[in-house]
């Protein structure tokens, strides 16, 4: 009975010096997802207020991270979280800040200049952003000027759409043998070959869609060895356009990981293609297409939404060919804003350094979606 | 001489049940049929048409029309399946035992959609009445086969025995 | 009294292993042949009454009968071809005998598969048609008949091939016409037919042109009327690809043709050249000076 009582008197007093600790001395995670600054982290340091900020942006704190801004009122707690959630639905809409870096640039006195690089999870991927941010001291503390970048507004306008649209009737279920039915569309492979990279095999290749209807459209392709036994089977998924319009190109990447081409004597390439409905719009434009070489070589353009309507995702492909034509990679890279109308968007693909003098020319494409339904 | 006679008899039935698979033949000759057909093809409707074979003869013996789903489809499949209904009705079970197959290649759809086969095949038939065997036969058929493709085989859908 | 023992063993398991020991044939007389679903009789000796079996995958049936006279099937009571074993079973006995069942001599039904469903205008033995020919008891009809294939366009004549059937199977290659259009592609056997309906579609784009012409900072990119080498238009909604090459730069749009034409506008480079195309076909080129 007493050491009874003695063991609850013990585990009591422990408990006590336990939440007192984890209290006064929290390690940085817990504070982090427990509410970010708390009472014991101040922004004493260009570096600590913008780690302070990043920690908000991670936790959707909007109101806090806005209060906390040096120049809050050249704009709107509204604006500021619309340029870091976007103006319309996209994939920074659904999207949340995993990690960020923070690198100092320039400090004096009483300013410094601070480069935010945000890794932002979105359903694709990871989207990088970049802000470059001004700091001010006021008083003992640091504060962020934050570079607003605003949306551009759209005219209020009429814009008549007749885009054409197809839909597709299938034949009933059961048994479907010598019954009329609607053909899948015709694609044909127009371009394929492998390399050998440090990562493995990749397969690279060109689909047209040569049929008069619209395709959704995959490939998968298998390594075979020497005496015709499958070594791997891999499909494309990212790298390609899925919905391909009559006439319409898209290129294909598909990659073997730790494969080596020396052990392959064929590969098998399985394309597939099946009728959905879609319409043959919008028309994206792509301004201003760059090759730039190395160093930091890449593919950069702007992205015109033609139409009139706001489209939340769009996928930039490009296909990098070399002088004799033949493709040599392919780059891609969703746009994590919206497309608005007639408003160009511009996109930076990096291309990687070793293919770069290899590059000759290359073709941009774009595919879009906006939610609530595929365009 | 007793003892040579003891063996031969001893040896017969023993032989009679030693040969459990089907002996198979299959003409090698190149059909005139309006599609190339490949190998792969060929061994692949071959070996699924055998396949069927086994799912007729387990489904017959124990009267389970879901045994032959897998392996054959359409106008053979409704057939079978409305025999062994019927046959479980009567309480008839049969047991189909197939001694040998000879199977030509004949026919390959111009659009891929059919392959068609004769199968000059060798099978003793046994009929059950309510458990009670009642009559047992060597039989020697020729069946006009037509294959038609599913997602992971070749299925059976007409299966039908046509003397030439 | 050992080699008495081992002969009879050995003697009734030889009876047993060999095939049909039970049955005794001659007793029983089943026609060779008989047509689905037609009447027929069995001769039958002894007396007394008997179980009388036909049994095959295709069908079974049983029934008790008085021996001693022609059993009557009537019509109507094996339909399904096939090989069947007959056997008559008594208590004390059991004869078998084989029956053949031919299907009926009149087609009654076809499965046609014509492919593809949908294909472009003007090329040769494109169009497939394989049909198979059945009875009214849908058993397969192996005899040789004649199948009439018809491919008819919206215009022009006809294409008509007639074939024989072999082990109940028949099939045809046809052209595809020159003008696109709803083809009505139709195979019949006796008084039977069966119509599939083939698409024809404008082949790739031919002879693709463009014009240019300034609007504000920007070109006006449009297309002539776009047809195929046999002058069919090639459908809305076909991809058309415009793009302008500029001081290392590239502008670009894919847009769909409207009504038989496509128009883009891109920006305005003097010095630009400027190029269409759709699919693997390329049209003109436009050197823009202005």
Not at chain 1, 50 to 58: A, I, P, S, T, Y
Not at chain 1, 260 to 289: H, T, Y
Request: aromatic residues 8%; contains cysteine; proline residues 7%.
């Amino acid at each position: 009975m007493k050491s009874g009582r003695l063991l609850a008197v013990i585990l009591g007093l422990a408990t006590v010096a336990l939440i007192a600790v984890g209290t006064i001395w929290p390690v940085s995670t817990a504070v982090a997802y427990a509410g970010g600054q708390g009472l014991f982290s101040s922004s004493s340091t260009p570096e600590q207020a913008v780690k302070n900020l990043g920690d908000e942006f991670r936790l959707r704190e909007w109101s806090k991270a806005y209060e906390n801004l040096a120049n809050k009122n050249q704009f709107s707690e509204a604006d500021f979280e619309h340029d870091l959630t976007g103006y319309y639905p996209s994939l920074r809409t659904f999207s949340t800040l995993e990690s960020f870096g923070v690198f100092p640039l320039h400090a004096s006195a009483d300013s410094a200049d601070v480069r935010l690089d945000m890794h932002w999870s979105t359903v694709v991927g990871t989207s990088n952003t970049t802000r470059n941010l001004h700091l001010v001291k006021t008083g003992d503390a640091w504060k962020v000027e934050w570079p607003l970048f605003k949306e551009p507004e759209v005219p209020p306008q009429v814009i008549s759409e007749d885009y054409l649209r197809w839909d597709v009737i299938f034949r009933g279920p059961g048994d479907d043998w010598a019954t009329q039915n609607v053909d899948s569309p015709h694609i044909t492979i127009v371009d394929m070959h492998p390399v050998q990279r440090a990562e493995g095999v990749v397969v690279l290749g060109e689909i047209l869609n040569q049929d008069v209807v619209p395709a959704y459209v995959s490939v998968s392709a298998t390594l075979l060895a020497k005496d015709q036994s499958a070594i791997a089977t891999e499909s494309c998924f990212d790298k390609i356009s899925h919905l391909l319009l009559p006439k319409q190109v898209t290129p294909f990447l598909i990659e073997f990981p730790n494969q080596q081409l020396s052990d392959v004597s064929a590969i098998r390439m399985s394309p597939f293609s099946s009728l959905v409905s879609a319409a043959a719009g919008p028309v994206i434009a792509i301004n201003d297409e760059h090759l730039n070489p190395a160093p930091d070589a890449s593919l950069t353009g702007q992205v015109v939404n033609e139409s009139g309507k706001v489209l939340s995702v769009a996928h930039v492909l490009g296909t990098l060919y070399d002088k004799s034509g033949q493709v040599v990679w392919v780059v891609d890279k969703y746009i994590d804003r919206a497309l608005l109308p007639k408003t160009p968007a511009p996109f930076n693909i990096p291309i990687p350094e070793d293919l770069a003098r290899k590059i000759s020319s290359q073709r941009t494409v774009v595919a879009s979606f906006s939610f609530g339904g595929s365009v | 001489m007793w003892k040579l006679a003891l063996i031969s008899t001893l040896l017969l039935p023993l032989a009679a049940y030693a040969a459990d698979a089907p002996s198979v033949y299959v003409d090698p000759s190149v059909p005139q049929t309006p599609r190339p057909m490949e190998s792969q093809t060929r061994t692949a409707v071959v070996r699924d048409y055998l396949q069927s074979w086994k799912a007729l003869q387990t489904a017959f013996e124990q009267n389970r029309t879901d045994l032959l789903n897998a392996d054959f489809v359409g106008g053979a499949l409704k057939t079978l399946d409305k025999t062994i209904r019927a046959q479980s009705a009567l309480g008839i079970t049969t047991r189909y035992d197939d001694l040998s197959h000879r199977l030509q290649i004949v026919y390959y759809s111009p659009e891929g959609l059919s392959i068609e086969l004769i199968d000059r095949v060798s099978y003793t038939v046994q009929v059950f009445d309510h458990g009670r065997p009642v009559a047992r036969r060597q039989e020697h058929a020729r069946y006009i086969v037509v294959m038609t493709p599913s997602q992971v085989r070749w299925r059976t859908r007409i299966f039908e025995a046509n003397p030439a | 009294m050992r080699l008495h023992l081992a002969l009879i063993t050995g003697a009734s398991l030889l009876f047993g292993a060999l095939p049909g020991a039970f049955a005794q044939s001659g007793s029983l007389s089943v026609p060779g042949t008989v047509e689905a679903g037609a009447g027929f009789s069995i001769q039958t000796t002894g007396s007394g009454s008997a179980a009388l079996y036909i049994v095959g995958p295709s069908q079974v049936f049983k029934q008790e009968v008085r021996l001693g006279g022609p059993v009557m099937l009537p019509a109507g009571s094996i339909t399904h071809a096939g090989h069947y074993l007959v056997a008559v079973v008594t208590p004390s006995s059991k004869q078998t005998a084989s029956l053949d069942v031919l299907p009926a001599a009149e087609p009654a039904s076809i499965s046609f598969l014509a492919e593809p469903s949908r294909l472009p205008v003007d090329l040769r033995d494109a169009i497939t048609g394989a049909a198979y020919i059945f009875d009214s008891y849908a058993n397969l009809i192996t005899r040789p008949l004649p199948v009439s294939f018809k491919l008819s366009a919206p215009s022009g004549a006809p294409q008509v091939q007639t074939v024989t059937t072999r082990n109940g199977a028949a099939w045809v290659r046809m052209n595809s016409t020159p003008q696109r259009g709803e083809d009505t592609f139709i195979a019949q056997a006796g008084s039977i037919s069966v119509s599939r309906s083939v698409h024809q579609v404008a082949g790739d784009p031919c002879q693709l042109t463009m014009s240019a012409h300034p609007s504000g900072p920007q070109l006006e990119l449009e297309t002539n009327p776009v047809r195929d080498c046999s002058g069919n238009p090639v459908p809305d909604g076909t991809i058309v690809t415009f793009t302008e090459s500029y001081d290392g730069g590239l502008s670009s749009a894919d847009v769909p043709l409207k009504r038989g034409i496509a128009k883009a506008y891109l920006p305005a480079h003097p010095g630009g050249v400027l190029s269409v195309a759709s699919g693997v076909v390329l049209g003109n080129q436009i050197h823009w000076e202005k």
